[in-house]
Nanobody
């Protein structure tokens, strides 16, 4: 079975940093695109950062220049380095794995990890 297990969330002060990690199992990791999404209370889940199987990255405008997504195919892990954190970054962050196959997209999701940015 597929598992995506997140770690690294917690409470941090504005301007601080956190590094989220996601360990994947049960998939051929190197052929999947990976992403980080977040959902704040009362809001829609949104894409924060993505990285394709080839290593191409994309970011939400709100986090460009502050967050960095990376992957380590040898360890089946994806990371999200979050710097200069703001209170509006507070959300549950979810790890995502996706595969484009034929005409459809297949997705797997982690359980989520809480990130709280507050004084």
């Amino acid at each position: 079975q597929v598992q995506l297990v997140e770690s690294g969330g917690g409470l941090v002060q504005p301007g601080g940093s956190l590094r989220l990690s996601c360990a994947a199992s049960g998939i051929i990791f190197s052929i999947y695109g990976m992403g980080w999404y977040r959902q704040a209370p009362g809001k829609q889940r949104e894409l924060v950062a993505g990285i394709t199987s080839r290593g191409t990255t994309n970011y939400a405008d709100s986090v460009k220049g502050r967050f960095t997504i990376s992957r380590d195919n040898a360890k089946n892990t994806v990371h999200l380095q979050m710097n200069s954190l703001k209170p509006e970054d507070t959300a549950v962050y979810y790890c995502n794995a996706y595969l484009m196959l034929a005409g459809s997209r297949n997705d797997y999701w982690g359980q989520g990890t809480q990130v709280t940015v507050s004084s």
